[in-house]
T-cell receptor, first 115, second 114 residues
Framework: DTGVSQNPRHKITKRGQNVTFRCDPI?????LYWYRQTLGQGPEFLTY????????KSRLLSDRFSAERPKGSFSTLEIQRTEQGDSAMYLC?????????????FGPGTRLTVL | AQSVTQLGSHVSVSEGALVLLRCNYS??????LFWYVQYPNQGLQLLLK??????LVKGINGFEAEFKKSETSFHLTKPSAHMSDAAEYFC????????????FGAGTRLFVKA
């Protein structure tokens, strides 16, 4: 399968713990995006990478959140000192650098539950 | 600022009936518009997209959408619903050069009755 993959698919953690999610984009895609989706809502943009450069961060991405894409391939999203409000589905998407119309390919998501 | 409004959080149709999911957008520049579908426990899959040119866009699984600039709408239709169409549908607008950011609507859940 050559689609976007995300690990883990599910994560249950206690409030205050740190969690890290991984996203592997489609191999030839140099753009990578993170979104958060809560129940009954559409995905909300968190951040965007072009290769290894993080070009935009949403105000939703508080200082407890950090994302990296060190070699321009896979990306990680870390949440420190998790809160119950962080419970959501975290989606990763990628798109080719040649795309001028923003079509994105989504992974299956990581569902985070903070107890 | 760009935004997307989907009218109706839930739509229920009978199998074989017309599907109509409504989407209105707000954009200060010519938009790129998308419809995505999400099946339970899966990521989003692109149904169709509007960039420029023909305002009637055909997508996968028999869906199509029409871009109406005067109405700032991009409604999704399918002539005959199938049970397998039951899913969540999201309208989205792409902003920024190269589409580096996509704004999604809140989604419409489609139920298909036998």
């Amino acid at each position: 399968d050559t689609g976007v993959s995300q690990n883990p698919r599910h994560k249950i953690t206690k409030r205050g713990q740190n969690v890290t999610f991984r996203c592997d984009p489609i191999s030839e895609h140099n753009r990578l995006y993170w979104y958060r989706q809560t129940l009954g809502q559409g995905p909300e943009f968190l951040t965007y990478f072009q290769n290894e450069a993080q070009l935009e961060k949403s105000r939703l991405l508080s200082d407890r959140f950090s994302a990296e894409r060190p070699k321009g391939s896979f990306s990680t999203l870390e949440i420190q000192r998790t809160e119950q409000g962080d419970s959501a589905m975290y989606l990763c998407a990628s798109s080719p650098g040649t795309s001028i119309v923003g079509e994105q390919f989504f992974g299956p998501g990581t569902r985070l539950t903070v107890l | 600022a760009q935004s997307v409004t989907q009218l109706g959080s839930h739509v229920s149709v009978s199998e074989g009936a017309l599907v109509l999911l409504r989407c209105n957008y707000s954009s200060s520049v010519p938009p790129y518009l998308f419809w995505y579908v999400q099946y339970p426990n899966q990521g989003l899959q692109l149904l169709l997209k509007y960039t420029t040119g023909a305002t009637l866009v055909k997508g996968i699984n028999g869906f199509e959408a029409e871009f109406k600039k005067s109405e700032t709408s991009f409604h999704l239709t399918k002539p005959s619903a199938h049970m397998s169409d039951a899913a969540e549908y999201f309208c989205a607008v792409s902003v920024g050069t190269g589409g580096f950011k996509t704004i999604f609507g809140a989604g419409t859940r489609l139920f298909v009755k036998a």
